[in-house]
């Protein structure tokens, strides 16, 4: 009876003691403890230690939670993760050194700068498709820009949940930096929480959720969202190498259930048989006969994912579509990689975003009509995708696309570039992080002036002339001839 009580109070987290979770951070920043350089250095390098002693728990995790691959884990979650805690040790000192802004007549004699400033408490809502990732990627930034941090962790992935707040404890410290567990009302507590900054990773309906809590605190927000990321296929290619790298990006990539996987192709009609075919034999190459006996493809992560793909593949103008794959297991909740051709544009699988391992080809008469359709789907989605050699068009497709990031000639791998912000549009999400765009994220630049008392302008004081008028009409605008003239004006009046 006495350990039902302990598992039934632990299991509570409601509103007041979300409450207390943020006072005691927002207590710990006030004391400037994350500000200072050494602090932040020790957690990062902290969590380099914590993904190195601890690789085998994280993969075994992953392989729990979705049955994914060792090399995908290590690789995109693990590596990805260490790659950016270097870069904060590398830069961050760089990154915290205010930067000179230039200033005007106006101010004559003086100097500007801009600081960047940690925000505060911030509240990081992680995804279940990369949970290590995608919850630590962005508290690297947090921790990097001095705030003070709580990390909730996706439900849907228990095993990587339970890991992650154990790790956290033992390797940072856990008087700025904590994670909370727990599906609906855990998340519901904590935004009902004043934030200084909120980073959601996930689906735009629960973005809406968030952005109202939000809202209610004047709260800014990052949200990382996805939509359906098209890639443009033209003949002019490698036809080989560039099915290898769709597969990647899709399949290669938790089994499509990934933000930025290729979500749909668009091709020409006498292209599509050569473009199927060649998926064929490398999906074959790579995943064998039976797909659902691979070792390298992961699970769908839970049976309503699992309906939800199955209703897709099953409505009846999709299902005869169906030229590669298809092949199912619920009970191990395996989709195999599955091809479908000129699927009905009217479609549920051309309505909502995939994210699972079925690729739809939807086929054009000229290869231009190809930016109509992505046009009038209505959405920006998070990445668009072209395979071309051919330079106009890729200019094309930088100009006229709009999408969180476009990437020609190969799909997913911009993600790895941390010069390059990564972030959505529109539909697809708003605000960016990785590399120095996620220091920026969760900082504040603070604008600071500094003047002496030499130089003080009459001009500003009363009693207010025209005279006075057009001299600092002339200074604002910062021309030097109409100085000259205002000041020519009043000598002669």
């Not at 006498?270 to 998926?279: H, I, Q, R």
Request: aromatic share 8%.
């Amino acid at each position: 009876m006495l350990m039902e009580n302990k598992a039934e109070n632990k299991a509570v987290f409601d509103a007041e003691s979300a409450n207390e979770v943020v006072k005691e951070l927002r207590d710990s920043f006030v004391t400037g403890k994350t500000k200072s350089y050494r602090w932040r250095v020790t957690q990062l390098k902290a969590m380099l230690k914590m993904l190195d002693e601890n690789e085998p728990q994280i993969v075994a995790a992953l392989r729990d939670d979705l049955s994914k691959p060792e090399f995908e884990s290590s690789l995109y979650e693990i590596q990805m993760v260490n790659n950016s805690c270097r870069l904060a040790l590398k830069e961050m000192n760089h990154w915290m050194m205010p930067e000179k802004a230039k200033t005007s007549l106006t101010t004559f004699p003086s100097s500007a700068e801009i600081v960047s400033e940690p925000l505060g408490v911030v509240l990081v809502i992680s995804a279940w498709n990369y949970p290590f990732l995608v919850s630590l990627d962005p508290v690297v930034g947090a921790i990097s820009a001095g705030n003070a941090i709580v990390l909730k962790p996706s439900e849907m992935a228990p095993a990587s949940s339970s890991l992650l707040a154990k790790l956290v404890a033992d390797y940072l410290d856990s008087s700025c930096i904590k994670v909370v567990e727990g599906a609906v009302p855990e998340t519901s507590a904590l935004l009902e929480q004043k934030w200084d900054k909120i980073l959601y990773t996930g689906n735009g309906r629960v973005a809406r959720i968030v952005m109202a809590a939000a809202a209610k605190h004047l709260t800014p927000v990052v949200l990382e969202l996805g939509g359906k990321s098209p890639v443009i296929v033209v003949s002019d290619i490698n036809l080989k190498v560039a099915t290898r790298r769709i597969i990647a990006g899709k399949w290669g990539c938790n089994n499509g259930q990934a933000c930025v996987s290729p979500d749909y192709i668009i091709t020409t009609k006498d292209y599509a048989t050569k473009l199927v075919d060649s998926f064929k034999c490398e999906l074959e190459r790579f995943y064998g006969k039976d797909p659902l006996e691979s070792k390298d493809l992961s699970r769908i992560v839970n049976s309503n994912h699992f309906d939800r793909l199955s209703k897709l593949m099953d409505e009846e103008k999709v299902s005869s579509k169906i030229v590669h794959g298809g092949q199912r297991n619920e009970k191990n909740l395996q989709i195999a990689p599955t091809i479908l051709l000129d699927v009905p544009v009217n479609s549920l699988i051309m309505k909502e975003e995939i994210f699972g391992p079925l690729l739809p080809i939807i086929t054009v008469d000229k290869v231009e009509q190809s930016f109509d359709l992505i046009h009038s789907s209505g959405g920006k989605p998070l990445a668009a995708y072209l395979f071309t050699n051919n330079k106009k068009l890729k200019r094309k497709f930088v100009e006229t696309v709009s999408a969180g990031g476009l990437v020609v000639n190969d799909t997913a791998v911009h993600l790895a570039i941390h010069s390059l912000p990564f972030g959505g549009v529109g539909e697809s999400g708003m605000g960016s992080y990785h590399g120095k765009f996620s220091f920026d994220a969760f900082s504040h630049k603070k604008a600071v002036l500094y003047r002496g008392f030499a130089g003080d302008a009459f001009l500003r004081y009363p009693p207010y002339t025209p005279g006075k008028l057009t001299l600092l009409q002339a200074l604002l605008s910062g021309s030097i001839v109409g100085i000259i003239r205002a000041l020519l004006g009043w000598f002669w009046a």
